[in-house]
């Protein structure tokens, strides 16, 4: 490949997936409305259902960057997010301390936990990285059941509200809203800026092709790590802020049943999207509160969202409405089982699949 | 009696013939995923739920159809194998063009609705299925229930049949060539989707007879699959999903230890496979059986 083809291939690729560096004027006003449509939210609907939201949305969107970006499907992200409620929980709690402190406490917890599983889970691929990651956060959830901090089945319940900073009063449902608004936002702006930095775009080259990433001189190990840990980071201060809505940390919270729901609200908003998880989240729980009655029939609602929309949208909302790369969607295989040829087609760099990304690294690397 | 660093010896081999049953259905389990990674290179998340469907399936053939345990026990498989072809041929079939994470999440959905609509129906407190061979044996250091025996014995057969018809064969050795070079063995004129299909299907009866195994051990109950299906996860994380006999030696030997682990330092019992699969990633990480990926 000559550079020029590389140059058209990265234009093409930007323009085709709207994944060119730094905001474009259409993003930023997208997110101006929906900035303004969540300051004016309360107004109609209850603050509480609405913190909830912001955090299940954050949260999704923590676990978005991770398998969106990297490509890495982790089954195991309740063990952050419950984790850092646990941690926020105690905190405030047992020791007493201020909430702003109790904050950054848990989630620095959860970049030293996520530090520590991303070591050992990124050391496998695909669906071994899934499976070691449940795993791992089962291994978690269990020792959540035995230490006698986590209260057991009970939980840590009553946790205080104390003021923000020692004057802004989170005792308010409406200004914790507000308070938790400000935190998502500034994560969403984090989150997108992460994705149309050269960081994001190493990520997806890696996703795309690793060899190749791997050829032309990334550390492709920490690269996922580092990205690893971002969403793990993010998820425990999801979970930190759900601890001050709901004011009680359970086991619920780092059960496996938490990792598939999250799955759920990042896939049914859009894989891979800036909007996308908000949507999924606020999609899920929505339909959570309308079958409040029926909870014991969630679980099938959720298996059935879960399969129609693998098999029938696996843009998600905000993936059909705008136009994402459909990486998940390239041809693996012929149905005739062939791993072969792909293995091929991947060796050899002759790949149809998705070059666009990895030419954009090409070009960076050149210029 | 004797002791053995301090635990009384009949109490030991009690855990550890515990072992050897937990060990037995991870080692049915995990070679059921084997057997399908191997053909369909997909991770079948909804094998811990047709495990589930296994033990409820022989609770309700007893309970609706006054079939004996013996009947179900060939029937139940049978019939949760004919489910798992209708999803595979309507479903699964549909996905695998799409990245394997994909349909690690139809899967994952396929095994929420079965354990959701069991609970839906049955409620989640278990029930109970009585023990088809009461009674045991003395052994003289301890008692052997006859049923445990049965366990253990009938989990054996199960995965040594598995290994002649897949090693032994002219169906396994078509088994084995479609997943090397499918499209070279469909020139032979093998019917490659059909095999697909019931490779599935037989992995499909294992969980679900493992699932029979298991009803009268302990009561039936909707969430039995998932926790289980978690840790044969981890089982197959450590022994790599090359071998068949990987599969079967690591599913005793983890058993065997788990229920080690519960007699000399019980807190530690729920995590050791995972805190084992933890080391094995970092020193070996293909698995103990795997090949290089």
Known sequence: MTIAMNKVATNDAASATGQSNGARPRDTLLFIAVLALLALAPLAIYPIFLTKLLCFALFAMAFNLLVGQAGLLSFGHAMFFGGSAYVTAYALKVWALPTEIAILLATAFAAVAGLLVGLVSIRRHGIYFAMITLALAQMFFFLCVGLPATGGDDGITAIPRRALFSVIPIADDKVLYYVVLTCFFACFLLVYRIMHSPFGQVLRAIRDNEARAVSLGYQVDRYKLLAFVLSATLSGLAGSLKVLVFRLATLTDVAWNTSGEVILMALVGGIGTVVGPLLGAAFILTLQSWLQGLAQWMPVVQGLVFVVAVLVFPRGIAGTFGNPRLWWLRRRRTLSGSSEAQQNARGSGASATSPAATSEVVSRART | ?293
């Open chain 2, 1 to 293: 009696m004797d002791d053995v660093f301090g635990i009384p010896f009949p109490a030991l081999a009690g855990q550890l013939t515990l072992g050897l049953i937990n060990g037995a259905f991870y080692a049915m389990l995990s070679l059921g995923l084997t057997v399908i990674f191997g053909m369909l290179r997909l991770i079948n998340f909804t094998h811990g739920a047709q495990f589930t469907l296994g033990a409820f399936g022989v609770w309700m053939a007893m309970q609706y159809l006054k079939v004996p345990y013996w009947g179900a026990l060939v029937l139940v498989p049978l019939v949760v194998a004919a489910l798992g072809i209708v999803a595979e041929r309507t479903l699964l079939r549909r996905v695998y063009q799409m990245d394997e994470l994909f349909q690690l999440l139809l899967t994952f959905g396929m095994a929420l609705i079965i354990e959701g609509l069991l609970s839906v129906v049955y409620g989640s407190s278990g029930l109970p299925y009585d023990n088809p061979i009461p009674g045991g044996i003395d052994l003289g250091f301890m008692f052997l229930p006859y049923y445990r025996a049965w366990i253990i014995v009938a989990s054996l057969t199960a995965c040594l049949a598995t290994w002649l018809l897949i090693e032994r064969t002219t169906l396994g050795a078509y088994l084995r060539a479609a997943t090397e070079r499918p499209e070279l063995v469909r020139t032979f004129g093998i019917n490659v989707p059909r095999m697909i299909t019931l490779t599935y299907g037989f992995g499909v009866a294992l969980a679900a007879l493992a699932g029979v195994l298991a009803a009268p051990m302990d009561q039936v109950k909707p969430a039995m699959g998932s926790g289980l299906i978690i840790t044969v996860f981890a089982v197959v994380v450590i022994g790599g999903m090359g071998s068949i006999l990987g599969s079967v030696v690591i599913g005793f030997a983890l058993g065997l230890l788990e229920a080690l682990t519960k007699v000399y330092y019980p807190p530690a019992s729920s995590m050791v496979i995972f805190i084992i699969m933890t080391a094995v990633i970092l020193f070996k990480p293909t698995g103990l059986f795997g090949r290089p990926a």
